[in-house]
């Protein structure tokens, strides 16, 4: 869907879809919103498991970092009982130590590692938890942007005003949920657009900028 219809096809957007039908352009941004949640979700889902397997990795490369380091400190403290055999030992505890360090640096790395995609875990869970929110609320957004690109050019500011009230009220009482912060002006046009319109000579405020 996405690489056929979304980032497949450079016509459609949420520009042209509201062109064609201003009832579905929130509904195609909504559908794009799935998308993009879908394809975040399978990007995060398969760090997880690498999480995973890097953490028990990591315990398995500590478990053997302490077993060694455990018989080196046998063969040290028998070195005194076992003069003949000394040069020997000896060969065994500094082999045992650089093996000991070459496990040290790979538990660093592993950490390292495993620090890093934790962090962008939790910056993807964010990202995910922010799409759920504006996935709850999508329905409600897209009807007060629709209902105000259907009535609202009949009315002044005030009147404006009062109509959205009313229309949130609505949805209160239907249970639907919707963003309390919803901008009509950064939610049906993009900021390249208002300044162009701005470069024209039309005035910033809020009413000239939703007539835009």
């Known amino acids: 869907v996405d690489s056929g219809y979304l980032t497949g096809n450079a016509d459609l957007t949420v520009e042209s879809v509201t062109r ?8 195609y941004k909504w559908a794009e919103s799935q ?24 315990q398995v490369a500590k478990d053997e970092k302490l077993r060694i380091e455990k018989e080196v400190a046998e063969l040290e403290s028998s070195i005194s009982q ?17 093996e000991s360090e070459v496990v040290t640096k790979k538990v660093d790395r592993a ?16 990202s995910k938890e922010t799409f759920q929110n504006i996935l709850r609320s ?16 009949f009315f002044d500011f005030r009147g404006r005003i009062v109509l959205m009230k009313r229309w949130r009220e609505v949805l209160d009482a239907l249970g639907i949920e919707y963003r309390e912060g ?21 005035p910033s405020d809020a009413l000239s900028l939703e007539n835009g």
């Open 111 to 126: 950490e390292s590692l495993i620090k890093s995609l934790s962090q962008e875990s939790e910056r993807w869970s964010k």
């Open 138 to 153: 999508l329905v409600g957004d897209g009807l007060l942007m629709a209902a105000f690109l259907t009535y609202s050019g």
């Open 182 to 202: 919803l901008s009509m002006v950064e939610s049906l046009s993009k900021a390249s657009e208002r300044l162009e319109w701005e470069s024209l000579g039309l």
């Open 82 to 98: 076992y003069k003949d055999d000394y040069a020997a030992l000896i060969r065994d505890v500094e082999a045992l130590k650089s």
């Open 35 to 58: 998308v993009k949640y879908s394809s975040v979700y399978n990007r995060v889902e398969p760090l997880r498991q690498e999480v995973e397997q890097l953490e028990q990795e990591a």
């Open 20 to 27: 064609s039908s201003k009832a579905c352009g929130p509904l």
